[in-house]
């Protein structure tokens, strides 16, 4: 009987500290990967931002004043193309405003060329007025993480957006191989 209880408490003594040390590396590991998937988001949204900020130096920039137009207008084009073929981890896409809350570019075109979003949402005129940065939000009953970036010259807000569950997708399956582990 004795030796039954020695066992029990020897047993639970040795694992109790497995399970913390395990909970501890789990919630761990969630913060860090919910950094990089962030850091993931905003150097892509950054990258986008370098494209059209060098697309615009090159391509109208260096224009002659007559051609100006036309090249802005092949620039705006050719980045929101680029945009349409962006993905941030599995659903995730970018979207572009003007700072007055305009809709340039959404995967959903009923946005595009309104205000509907920045009108309806305070997160998105939160977002507009920041224009920089990492920030998390509600849309549609799903928590989202948004990475922004700002182009003066074009008064773009480049805007990535992505289901927070997608970034914490890795983290959580991380914990799950910790807990089958034990």
């Known amino acids: 009987k004795l030796k039954g209880k020695i066992l029990a408490a020897s047993f639970i003594l040795g694992v109790l500290p497995l399970l913390i040390a395990i909970g501890y590396v789990?919630?761990?590991?969630?913060?860090?990967?919910?950094?990089?998937?962030?850091?993931?988001?905003?150097?892509?949204?950054?990258?986008?931002a370098k494209l059209v900020d060098v697309g615009y130096k090159t391509d109208v920039a260096n224009v002659a004043p007559e051609n100006r137009q036309a090249a802005l207008e092949a620039l705006k084009k050719a980045m929101i193309n680029e945009a349409a073929g962006m993905k941030f981890f599995k659903t995730g896409y970018i979207v572009i405003y003007t700072s007055d809350g305009t809709c340039i570019y959404h995967p959903d075109s009923q946005y595009v060329g309104n205000k509907e979003l920045y009108n309806k949402y305070d997160f998105a005129k939160k977002a507009i007025a920041q224009k920089s940065g990492v920030f998390n939000y509600e849309f549609a009953g799903t928590s989202k993480t948004g990475a922004l970036a700002f182009n003066p010259d074009l008064d773009w807000v480049m805007w990535a957006a992505v289901p927070f569950a997608e970034v914490q997708a890795d983290a959580l399956k991380l914990r799950v191989k910790l807990y089958v582990f034990l």
């Open 26 to 48: 789990g919630s761990q590991t969630s913060q860090l990967l919910e950094n990089y998937g962030e850091r993931y988001m905003d150097a892509g949204i950054k990258g986008f």
